[in-house]
């Protein structure tokens, strides 16, 4: 089946320039456009046609990504650099990264894999992931999820990190008063040496 697979240049990320996603036949599905300065720079998504159907979005720290397609937006979430994500809205569970593939986009609910993404030689376009999703609707934004993950890990943006569920009501309290203020890849460093 030609629709449900995307093929997206390994590299487009380190370029920082313009690319184009491609069905499996090599047709283009998407092309996105962005200035590609900093974590910070909206990314748009161009459809086949042309016209703007979409973007990639950071909040205002770039802690989290507005994933925006046609009427609908989610919030892609990085709890761990390199190591979890999040997609509110679809409640994709993504353990990987795009630096070690194959990953899977896992339902919360009940834990079926809707999305797998791997490294494969796409026609005579290079090294390419490729992400093929159970269920045609779902491709557009497993894209812009990737587009968004690729974003984070390139400029090794802040994570939001993970809540310790046994921390004491102190900790808790603490926790939420600081929440959004997000960990560099540095603290993430400290806290693994640490542990």
Known sequence: MKNNKAYLPKD???????????????DTFLSIRGAW????????????MGGEMGAVKPDAKALAYYLKLERWEYVF??????????VNGMRWQIDGTLSEPP??????DD???????????FMDRGECYEIKAKDVAKLRIAVAAVIAMGIKEEYRGLSEGIENPNASRLEKAKNWLFAGKGKTYEQLLEEDASR
């Open 103 to 108: 990953l899977d986009f896992v339902r919360e």
């Open 111 to 121: 834990s079926v894999k809707d999305v797998h993404v791997r490294v494969v030689e």
């Open 77 to 86: 979430h990085t709890r761990r650099l390199f190591q979890d994500y999040y």
């Open 12 to 26: 487009a990320f380190a370029r920082h320039e313009d690319f184009d996603v491609w069905y499996a036949d090599g």
């Open 37 to 48: 300065e900093s974590e910070r720079s909206e990314i748009a998504i161009f459809g086949r």
